[in-house]
């Protein structure tokens, strides 16, 4: 089953508008989440992560925000640029395990 | 330095043979993971090796899948009797030590099996 989810595999967005990607989980026992950036015929690129202990943390133009309540966080990106264009991919992981668990990507196009 | 690098970048058999996909970590990395992503889909998580021991297997589809990483280094990947629904991107990943520590994928082998 499919403990982390993406229910938006694509996302228009105007050059310095905010891109705002979602993701969702069922496990509450993920304690750290990680957002990635991938390219076509690239690996995923890591962006940013954040803890459990958390609701917020900020990158430079990247902010992830967790609603451990609602079993939520969200990618911020601002303002946005055309090279932010890519798939975003959540994951999570829990407690002392070692798996990633990975969302199914969001597409995002950021139109200049 | 150098990344971490895969090969082959692709890969197309047919169904029932046997297939090596290796992968070269960055040096000095403990922690490797190897993934595979279907058509639309995440990374789903395969292995994880924590120097030359495979520290949690518990993603392999299978008994045809095994990895095997003999000198804390290099890793290899081996499908046997491969299928067609084994055609995927296969991923690998390093981290300096653990799960706390960034990973940092490499670009992938995409295998076929016809």
């Known amino acids: 089953d499919q403990q982390v989810k993406q229910n938006s595999p694509s996302l228009s967005v105007q050059e310095g508008r905010i891109s705002i990607l979602n993701c969702d989980y069922t496990n509450s026992m993920f304690d750290y989440f990680l957002w990635y950036k991938k390219y076509p015929a690239e690996g995923p690129t890591f962006l940013i992560s954040?803890?459990?202990?958390?609701d917020k943390n900020e990158d430079g133009r990247f902010t992830v925000f967790l609603n451990k309540s609602a079993k939520h966080l969200s990618l911020h990106i601002v303002p946005s640029q055309p090279g932010d264009s890519a798939v975003y991919f959540c994951a999570a992981i829990r407690g002392t395990g070692n798996q990633f668990y990975f969302g199914t990507g969001t597409s995002l196009t950021v139109i200049p | 330095g150098a990344g971490v690098s895969q090969t082959p970048s692709n890969k197309v058999t047919e169904k029932g043979k046997y297939v090596e996909l290796r992968c070269d970590p960055i040096s000095g990395h403990t922690a490797l993971y190897w993934y595979r992503q279907s058509l639309g889909q995440g990374p789903e998580f395969l292995i994880y090796?924590?120097?030359?021991?495979?520290?949690?297997d518990s993603g392999l589809p299978n008994d045809r899948f095994f990895a095997v990483r003999p000198e804390g280094s290099v890793s290899t990947l081996k499908i046997q009797r491969t299928e067609r629904g084994d055609s995927a991107v296969y991923l690998c990943a390093s981290s300096f030590r653990d799960r706390g520590d960034t990973q940092y994928f490499g670009p992938g082998t995409r295998l076929t099996v016809l």
């Open positions: 954040i803890s459990s202990i958390k």
């Open positions: 090796f924590q120097g030359t021991g495979a520290a949690d």
